[in-house]
Nanobody, 124 residues
Framework: QVQLVESGGGLVQAGGSLRLSCVAS????????MGWFRQAPGKVREFVAA????????NYADSVKGRFTISRDNAKNTVYLQMNSLQPEDTAVYYC?????????????????WGKGTQLTVSS
């Protein structure tokens, strides 16, 4: 079992920045790929960003490309999501997910564990 705990969400004005963190515990392994997803009220969960176990490969949704950066620190079992130029449409609950494979994935069902999420609200 792997436990994931997200933090760093909050209320921010449009154009602002925020960094989310996700700490993994339990049966963790640095060879696991990790990803961030988000879900806004009334919408399905959508892919935001993913990173391979080494950090060498990343992938982003078109809607966040150039604004968000995913990174990881395997020594701390932590993955980060740096979010810049935030917009009201970024408002959602952000979930950290991990999978038993080293390569990244963009579909939520391809991940094996996820956290409880952290709320981000961007005001206009």
């Amino acid at each position: 079992q792997v436990q994931l705990v997200e933090s760093g969400g909050g209320l921010v004005q449009a154009g602002g920045s925020l960094r989310l963190s996700c700490v993994a515990s339990g049966r963790t392994c640095s060879s696991y790929a990790m990803g961030w997803f988000r879900q806004a009220p009334g919408k399905v969960r959508e892919f935001v960003a993913a990173i391979s176990w080494s950090g060498a490969v990343t992938n982003y949704a078109d809607s966040v490309k150039g604004r968000f950066t995913i990174s990881r620190d395997n020594a701390k079992n932590t993955v980060y999501l740096q979010m810049n130029s935030l917009q009201p449409e970024d408002t959602a609950v952000y979930y950290c997910e991990t999978r038993y494979f080293s390569n990244i994935a963009t579909m939520a069902h391809e991940y094996d564990y996820w956290g409880k999420g952290t709320q981000l609200t961007v005001s206009s």
